[in-house]
């Protein structure tokens, strides 16, 4: 595709549910990686992939945080029994080589738990 | 969509003037820095790159300038137009590092 992608785009969910978040990155880039948002403040990095190979994970709020990227393409960020000090936006970028070029963006997922 | 940086340092500008966005980096071992650029509802864009062994770099409209001996980093934007009105973040990553820390942006106003 032209460009990251990200779906879904907003997603609301109750104290304790489930979510998954999906970044589909672009095609042919080697490095996947997932940073949490929060409103005002700049992207914290949470997790690194090189192809399906998850090399750092070390941003990780918790273990109720789980990312994977089973073929080396799309990835999913899984949070279990979520809490309100989970919501944010959750952006997914992609890299030809990892941190040393360029990271390129998708518009994130905006995750509210009520 | 959502607002991104309700309570970021804010730069105003008119409509054709030139921009300075400066940064004040912390790891003295950081050896690559970014501009990224983010509006309203989307992700951080890039605008522009700069090594450690540079001190100057140009894209179009936009320059970036390096000096390590006081860990500045900042963005020149000429001819400030209302496309350019966004929040902008500066990021570094250290040497041999595998994390690229951004940070806490600061949001251009343009008047027009």
């Known amino acids: 595709g032209a460009g990251v992608s990200q779906s879904p785009r907003y997603k609301v969910a109750k104290r304790g549910q489930d979510v998954a978040l999906r970044c589909d990155p672009i095609?042919?880039?080697?490095?996947l990686f997932w940073y949490q948002q929060a409103l005002g403040q700049g992207p914290e990095f949470l997790t690194y992939?090189?192809?399906?190979?998850?090399?750092?994970k070390s941003g990780l709020p918790s273990d109720r945080f789980f990312a994977e990227r089973p073929e080396g393409s799309v990835s999913t960020l899984k949070i279990q029994r979520t809490q309100q000090e989970d919501s944010a936006v959750y952006l997914c970028?992609?890299?030809?080589?990892?941190?040393?070029?360029?990271?390129?963006f998708g518009n994130g997922t905006r995750l509210t738990v009520t | 969509g959502e607002s991104v940086g309700l309570h970021l340092p804010t730069l105003s500008v008119q409509e054709g003037d030139n921009s300075i966005i400066n940064c004040a980096y912390s790891?003295?071992?950081?050896?690559?820095f970014i501009w990224y650029k983010q509006e309203s509802g989307k992700g951080p864009q890039f605008i522009i790159d700069?090594?450690?062994?540079?001190d100057k770099r140009q894209g179009q409209r936009v320059t970036v300038l390096l000096n390590k001996t006081v860990k500045h980093l900042s963005l020149q934007i000429a001819a400030t137009q209302p496309g350019d009105s966004a929040v902008y973040f500066c990021?570094?990553?250290?040497?041999?590092?595998?994390?690229?820390?951004f940070g806490g942006g600061t949001r251009l106003m343009v008047k027009p």
């Open positions: 970028a992609s890299s030809q080589q990892g941190f040393n070029s360029p990271l390129h």
């Open positions: 700069i090594r450690s062994n540079m």
């Open positions: 095609s042919g880039h080697v490095s």
């Open positions: 990021a570094e990553l250290p040497n041999a590092g595998n994390m690229l820390t």
């Open positions: 992939f090189q192809n399906e190979a998850q090399l750092d």
């Open positions: 790891n003295s071992a950081s050896d690559y």
